[in-house]
């Protein structure tokens, strides 16, 4: 009996231990709880319900149920701005991320130098989200920017790229390859952690270079190109500075990211309830191509630690 | 122990935070002394602007040392949003300059307050003002708004490219004039080897069908402001005249203006124009950047109708957030009355409203103001009534006209087309 009796004390007193444990965890991720209450859940659980109302910003939002949702269907450029937004992820993610690959091989080779040209190349992904650097751009690629003179000088093209509706979307995509920086160190890191012994018995079974590129490297690297293609991606669909201020979304919409669409609508036009909605089909679209990710990584990410599976 | 260390560290951090905010707000008490009241103006602008209107609120202070004024001033680009998120958290200034396009949204939502009983009792001295200056500001008995300078659309033209190629833009020509002497020019200088793009349209076909659609008889949105108020057909007639513009190159293809506009260039005043829609106080920053000489005339005539109309450029306006509407009212009636400060000002918004203003900057100001002044006293013989207030959503059917005006000049959508494109999506976005 008394054994019994003392256990239940014991495991009040451990309770209340890990209560007040919890407590000084708590307290101390509490800056950040704090930040991502106020400052993310709260505004989003709003922007969720400010989505089913026809708020206009200057006055008080009334419940209009469904309607915004019902309305991007039949919204014409909500449709463009999701075109656009697709065909500019498509492009721009995997031809960024081979560009990034490529770089990181060049860098990986340990001949003197290479990390200082690492941290070169990295320098566009710091700058490149900037104001300036979408102003330079414009500057660049305008009717009487460099590019474009030296494209007239040599008889390629003498249109404004940035003007002319077939060619103004391959000028944005172009800064963002531009910017491959920071997946560029990633696989940088993810190569430097593929085993030496791999390449030395592949190389003593005669393998070639090449075919120890695709049997070795890419296998291995395989969970570092998936993380960097997940968050390329979600990079990608939330696009935003480069055609707001290259382009402005022109011409003729050709540029129209969902974000800048969003932000049109919500800011200039003042319909945040339906740009509310806009955002939240962002992030569900967002999540379904995440998860297809996710689901299918297990067919072709290899993890070391899985056994190579 | 240790959890209390870290107990004390956290509330230390939050009670900083908390600090860090109360500084914040002393700093800004500490810009006034006691007695003070601060009230604070927003205006839009480029550089020129913001100089002159900084230099006037100086003046200000001279004359009302218990008034401080805290100035919020932008590019036109940004300030709606800035604006829109003020009111949206109820912290607008509280003087604002308004434009007309806003005037009526910020009315029906009830942010703007009535001026009228303030200019009853004096405090903002309309007594100079010629009535027709004020209409537009106007719903019902309320007074909205006070302009702060008066304009009208106009053509601004370089007039010695205009005599040397034997041309006038007497009042009385017409948009096939336009049309043909804009060819004629651009052929001619193509053949010296220069570069010529003709009419510049500079973002206004908006603002010129407004005209065009007054010129037949109708107007752009219906009396109720729930529709568009002019036929079809009128559309689709304007656009067949802009389509040819730019077809047959007497006005530059979409993208050339565009990158004018954005590079913060004018084909006008680099002599690439000899034509430009503006609004008529633009002639006097039009004529700062440039060797040409520039001049303002009518738009052009219709089957021998003219519809312009004068409306105040911009306004400024009281807002329902301000605490200190008094103090708001005396910085308008100083900028609509005040002499010296209307010399700092320099009419730049626009031709001011106040006839004892007008007469005292008359002489004084350079060439390019006057012919502000003198323009609108030409176009006065031309005008019909102005329309009343354009519906709240018409910044999204300007969004839509201004797209629709760019697919047909890329040649994407015919003018019919096109005119039926938009009074769909104008008649959604009203309804």
């Given amino acids: 009996m008394e054994k019994e009796k003392k256990i239940p004390a014991s495991l009040s007193l451990e309770s209340r231990n890990l ?11 509490s800056p950040w709880l704090i930040g991502f209450i106020l400052l993310i859940l709260g505004p989003m659980l709003a922007s969720l319900y400010l989505s089913f109302t026809d ?13 915004n949702y019902q309305n991007l269907l039949s919204d014409g450029r909500f449709l463009k701005s999701l075109e656009v937004t697709f065909k500019f992820v498509f492009i721009s993610v995997p031809l960024k991320l081979i560009f990034a690959l490529a770089l990181a091989l060049l860098f990986n080779t340990g001949r003197k130098g290479s990390s200082l040209f690492a941290a070169v190349y990295y320098v566009p992904s710091i ?23 030296i494209l007239s000088a040599l008889n390629i093209t003498d249109a404004n790229l940035i003007g002319n509706p077939n060619t103004a979307l391959s000028v944005l995509i172009l800064l963002v390859i531009w910017q491959f920086g920071s997946p560029m160190i990633i696989f940088l890191a993810g190569l430097r952690q593929i085993p030496l012994e791999l390449y030395e018995a592949a190389s003593v079974d005669g393998a070639t270079k090449i075919r120890q590129f695709f049997s070795i490297t890419l296998p291995m690297l395989t969970p570092v190109i998936f993380f960097n293609l997940v968050m ?3 990079q990608g669909f939330m696009t935003f500075t480069q055609s707001y201020l290259i382009t402005g979304g022109g011409p003729l919409d050709e540029t129209l990211f969902y974000a800048v669409y969003l932000y049109e ?11 509310s909605a806009m955002a939240w089909v962002l992030l569900i679209i967002i999540a379904v191509i995440t998860s297809i990710f996710f689901l299918t990584s297990k067919y072709w990410v290899f993890y070391q630690s899985e056994g190579g599976r | 122990m240790k959890k209390y260390v870290l107990l004390i560290l956290v509330s230390l951090f939050l009670l900083t935070a908390c600090n860090g905010g109360d500084s914040e707000n002393g700093n800004a008490d500490n810009g006034g002394q006691a007695g003070e009241t601060t009230i604070r103006v927003a205006w839009w602008g480029n550089q020129e602007r913001h100089d002159m209107t900084l230099e006037a609120i100086e ?8 008034i401080n004024v805290q100035p919020e001033y932008t590019g036109w680009d940004g300030y709606w949003e800035r604006l829109n998120t003020q009111a949206a958290g109820s912290n607008l200034p509280d003087v604002i300059a308004m434009d007309n396009s806003y005037l009526n949204e910020y009315n029906s939502n009830e942010l703007l307050i009535d001026l009228a009983p303030l200019i009853d009792d004096g405090t903002i001295n309309l007594s100079d003002v010629d009535d027709v200056y004020q209409e537009i500001n106007h719903d019902g008995d309320r007074v909205l708004a006070v302009a702060s300078g008066a304009n009208a659309l106009s053509l601004v033209y370089n007039t010695e490219m205009l005599e040397e190629y034997g041309y006038n833009l007497e009042p009385g020509y017409t948009y096939d004039d336009l049309y043909e002497m804009n060819l004629a020019i651009k052929e001619a200088i193509e053949e010296d080897g220069g570069e010529f793009f003709g009419y510049d349209f500079a973002n206004a076909e908006y603002e010129l069908f407004n005209n065009y659609a007054r010129q037949n008889g109708m107007t752009l949105y219906n009396e109720a402001g729930d529709g568009l108020g002019f036929a079809e057909e009128t559309l689709v007639e304007y656009f067949n005249w802009v389509h040819q513009m730019v077809a047959d190159e007497a006005a530059p293809p979409h993208d050339i203006m565009m990158s004018y506009i954005e590079g913060g260039n004018s084909m006008l005043q680099e002599g690439t124009a000899v034509t430009q829609t503006a609004a008529s106080n633009q002639l006097i920053g039009l004529s700062q950047g440039t060797q040409f000489e520039l001049d303002l005339t009518i738009l052009p005539a219709l089957d021998g109708v003219h519809a312009n109309y004068i409306r105040p450029s911009m306004s400024f306006a009281i807002t329902n957030h301000s605490a200190e509407q008094e103090a708001a009212a005396k910085f308008i009636d100083f900028i609509t009355n005040n002499l010296e400060a209307n010399e700092i000002l320099q009419a730049e918004r626009g031709v001011p409203i106040s006839q004892a203003v007008r007469d005292h900057l008359v002489e004084i100001v350079s060439e390019p103001v006057q012919k502000t002044f003198a323009f609108l006293e030409v176009v006065a013989e031309y005008t019909q009534d102005s329309d009343p207030l354009s519906p709240p959503g018409e910044t999204e059917v300007r969004g839509a006209f201004i797209r629709i005006v760019e697919s047909l000049k890329y040649g994407q959508v015919t003018p019919e087309e096109a005119a039926s494109q938009f009074i769909q999506q104008a008649e959604n976005v009203l309804n």
Avoid: C, H, K
């Fill in chain 1, 55 to 67: 708020y206009n910003l200057l006055s008080a939002p009334n419940w209009v149920g469904l309607a």
């Fill in chain 1, 127 to 149: 700058i490149g989200g900037s104001v300036a650097i979408a102003v330079v751009w414009r500057q660049l690629f305008g009717r009487q920017g460099a590019i474009t003179q």
């Fill in chain 2, 59 to 66: 003046l200000f202070n001279d004359i009302y040392p218990d």
């Fill in chain 1, 265 to 275: 609508t919500a800011f200039e036009y003042l319909r945040m309830g339906y740009a």
């Fill in chain 1, 232 to 234: 390329q991606t979600i």
């Fill in chain 1, 19 to 29: 209560r007040a444990d919890n407590l000084s965890g708590y307290l101390s991720i």
